[in-house]
């Protein structure tokens, strides 16, 4: 996703600890510094020079507004930096007047991530700007990501609760840009435009309708959610992603063959045991792949994409079948060979605890172990669900409650979104 903004970090976070180093000085090249701080410089990047003219840092200019002096640069990480020009040299600020303009020609086509808004607004019922890639959240889990949450009863109260999801009338708002996909056992179950009616395709939903609306609106770019999962999976054995070695249940690592790019249930390896240690990775993500390679069929018109983030609940299963104890470690692995799998090295990663589990429970501290590992910072995120959680437990599914899957999407989505960066 090219139009990101650097979430909890600005420009006045950055210039002191260039300030810092010896005599004021840059003891290093310009690009040695920009790899310092920001991972490998983008191809288009320039040396820029702050207003004191002692400090340096390469990035590339994205935008640039005249009237305001406001201007947007790219991070190697591929997420975006907002700040006025009044912090750069007198040369710095005269190219931006000259080759500013071509620069904001040059990005008028880039995605934007707009701020979170205090309450979101009814969807405005306008299709999507197809000139631009599809951004595809990619969906997994197990039967709680599925979704049994009960629309009928939220229905009532929607107005009140939830108003983006019902119009003046009471009706249910559809989302024109917003595509709805889900995939159970690589079955096709629901191919439509995002509505609390029928988030599932069996008149239950998950949290992909908190979620959708949230992305639907801060985005400016048709959306996907493409969701591929069954229940009673377990992260530790039928999910135990291709990297992970002997970090599944009882030691056990990855028993799968099929390609990256093309996965697909081993038939020979299922055979000699019945089942296989990730063979459900296999197949969701398997699914998943093939429908993007048959893009336009689940969104319409649409000829490009780009998978911009992950989500996942799951954690049930994994106390009987799976492995607490590495539950961090394979969350790890999972992330990173979803990335590969689609082709997607900036995605953002975002899970949820389950909602009977407190921040002492073992599950949710492995989560957040993962999260908030140094290889994982500003990538991946935990959305805590015991306070949102109603209805009893996650393996109950919550006795149906609607407002828990409403909750909890909207929570993964805001997460999402602050992960992504907003732009504006």
């Given amino acids: 996703m090219a139009d990101r903004t650097f979430p909890n970090?600005?420009?006045?976070?950055?210039?002191?600890?260039?300030?810092?180093?010896?005599?004021?000085?840059?003891?290093?090249?310009a690009t040695a510094v920009a790899f310092l701080f920001f991972g490998n410089v983008t191809a288009q990047a320039r040396t820029w020079?702050?207003?004191?003219g002692?400090?340096?840092?390469?990035?590339?200019?994205?935008?640039?507004?005249?009237?305001?002096?406001?201007?947007?640069v790219i991070l190697a990480s591929g997420k975006s930096l907002s700040f006025t020009e009044d912090k750069l040299s007198a040369a710095d600020i005269a190219f931006l007047k000259e080759q500013g303009k071509v620069s904001a020609d040059k990005a008028a086509g880039a995605i934007n991530v707009k701020a979170l808004p205090d309450v979101l607004p009814d969807p405005d019922g306008k299709e999507a700007d197809m000139s631009k890639p599809v951004q595809v959240f990619i969906m997994m889990g197990q039967s709680n990501m599925l979704g049994f949450g009960n629309p009928g009863p939220l229905k009532g109260g929607a107005a009140q609760t939830y108003p983006y999801l019902v119009d003046d009338a009471g009706n249910w708002n559809?989302?024109?840009?917003?595509?709805?996909v889900f995939f159970c056992m690589a079955q096709l179950k629901y191919n439509d435009w995002l509505t609390a009616a029928n988030g599932n395709g069996s008149g239950k939903f998950g949290p992909e309708i908190g979620i959708g609306n949230y992305l639907g609106?801060?985005?400016?770019?048709?959306v996907m959610l493409l969701k591929s999962c069954v229940g009673n999976r377990a992260l530790g054995w039928d999910l135990l992603p291709p990297s992970a070695v002997g970090t599944g249940k009882d030691g056990k690592s990855y028993e799968g063959d099929s390609e990256s790019s093309n996965r697909k249930v081993s038939e020979a390896v299922k055979a000699k045991s019945g089942w296989y240690a990730g063979l459900q990775y296999d197949q969701d993500v398997g699914a998943a792949q093939n429908a993007l390679k048959e893009l336009a069929t689940y969104y319409p018109s649409a000829t490009k994409f780009e998978v911009a983030g992950f989500f996942w609940w799951q954690g049930n299963a994994e106390a009987g079948k799976g492995s607490i104890e590495n539950y961090d470690k394979n969350l790890a692995h999972l992330f990173n060979d979803l990335k590969k799998d689609f082709n997607s090295p900036n995605a953002k990663f975002v899970c949820a605890t389950l909602g009977?589990?407190?921040?002492?429970?073992?599950?949710?501290?492995?989560?957040?172990?993962?999260a908030e590992s140094p290889e994982?910072?500003?990538k991946a995120a935990v959305f805590f669900t015991q306070p949102v959680a109603n209805g009893g437990s996650s393996g109950s599914h919550y006795g149906g409650n609607p407002e828990t899957y409403m909750n909890v999407g909207e929570g993964m989505g805001k997460a999402m979104v602050e992960l992504l960066g907003a732009s504006e």
């Fill in 9 to 29: 970090e600005s420009y006045f976070a950055i210039i002191p600890i260039l300030s810092t180093m010896k005599n004021n000085r840059l003891p290093f090249t």
């Fill in 356 to 370: 009977e589990h407190d921040m002492n429970a073992p599950l949710t501290k492995k989560m957040f172990a993962f």
């Fill in 376 to 378: 994982f910072k500003g």
């Fill in 54 to 72: 002692v400090r340096t840092f390469e990035v590339e200019l994205k935008t640039y507004v005249p009237e305001k002096g406001a201007l947007t």
């Fill in 49 to 52: 020079t702050s207003s004191d």
């Fill in 174 to 180: 559809v989302r024109k840009d917003v595509r709805n």
């Fill in 217 to 222: 609106h801060t985005i400016d770019a048709p």
